[in-house]
């Protein structure tokens, strides 16, 4: 039997070839190409004969068979409407060349007029993977909220970003809608340094706003490492994360993650901005710190992990 649905697997030498972020799995291998692919003639299983749009090789996955779905790195895949993925233990792999932001494999979602479209990209399965892949929105219709919304079950994205043009003035709208149970986010960028955000208002990058994505869900035992989270804020008032008392559940872990402001904008006076945590709480630990920021947070249940930083005579810290 073959590693793949690849003629003989890929091998080298008779060795199997996993890659950076080629997975080895049991199931079939679809490829995604909109320049060079046919939704109708092609049976996507082989990159001289990719299908043109994700959600084709979405349809053709099986729940819980550990399906892949390489996406080209040479043009945009346009959405036109929100991508809603249901099923179990489906990996989407991109860009597999480490890139923590500009991925060449992009996922994206400009204006629509559907309700239905509260994010570009709706995970609700469980053991789901990403890897290699930029996730943008450009979407002002009034129900969207943004990017991604994450609420399914041990979720891992692997060196994606996370980008949203859209409600600079909103409180309500973030790259990343976060209620997935055991999300696991490794070298992943949240935000941008580009854009900025109107006036002094919150727009988080992470929203933890409970069943935004679905009833009942809500962020529990998430982990953030090394990743970062960018902004340019409009006022003191703009934080990166954003929840209630009861939205984070258990733990959420930021290890190694960074929370950068552009020196062009404001300072934010919180980099998480949450209220006085009631079940659960948030854990700094490594080297996580926050730039051109006040404080990384004030609230109580946010724990902070961190080393303490010292001045020496060739190490300087700025006091705030």
Avoid at 156 to 165: D, L, M, T
Avoid at 268 to 289: F, K, N, Q, Y
């Amino acid at each position: 039997m073959s590693y793949t649905n690849f003629p003989n697997g890929i091998t080298s030498m008779g060795v199997p070839i996993l890659g950076t972020g080629m997975p080895l799995m049991c199931g079939n291998v679809y490829f995604v190409d909109p320049d060079a692919g046919d939704d109708t003639h092609y049976d996507g299983k082989s990159a001289d004969k990719p299908f043109a749009t994700i959600d084709k090789a979405l349809d053709s996955c099986t729940t819980n068979n550990d399906d892949v779905i390489v996406l080209s790195t040479n043009t945009t895949h346009t959405l036109t409407e929100m991508l809603t993925i249901s099923i179990n233990r489906v990996h989407f792999v991109g860009d597999i060349f480490g890139r923590q932001y500009g991925q060449r494999a992009k996922i994206s979602l400009g204006v629509t007029t559907a309700v239905t479209d509260v994010f570009a990209v709706k995970n609700t399965g469980v053991g789901n993977t990403f890897t290699g892949i930029k996730f943008m929105c450009s979407n002002t219709l009034t129900q969207n909220v943004g990017t991604v919304g994450e609420g399914g079950e041990y979720a891992v994205y692997r060196n994606c970003e996370f980008y949203n043009s859209a409600k600079l003035t909103s409180d309500t709208h973030a790259e990343l809608i976060l209620n997935g149970d055991s999300a696991q986010f490794y070298n992943c960028t949240f935000g941008s340094l580009a854009d900025a955000v109107s006036g002094d208002k919150i727009r988080p990058a992470v929203l933890l706003t409970a069943a935004t994505v679905a009833a009942g869900k809500v962020s529990r035992d998430v982990m953030f490492d090394n990743c970062r989270f960018w902004k340019q804020a409009g006022g003191t008032t703009t934080a990166f994360i954003k929840g209630a008392a009861a939205d984070v559940e258990r733990i959420m872990e930021f290890h190694n993650c960074q929370f950068i402001a552009n020196v062009l904008g404001a300072v934010p006076a919180v980099a998480i901005d949450v209220a006085t945590l009631t079940v659960g709480e948030i854990i700094l630990t490594g080297d996580t710190c926050a730039i051109e920021c006040t404080k990384i947070a004030t609230a109580t249940g946010v724990i902070n992990c961190t080393p303490q930083r010292v001045a020496t005579a060739t190490i300087g810290i700025q006091a705030t």
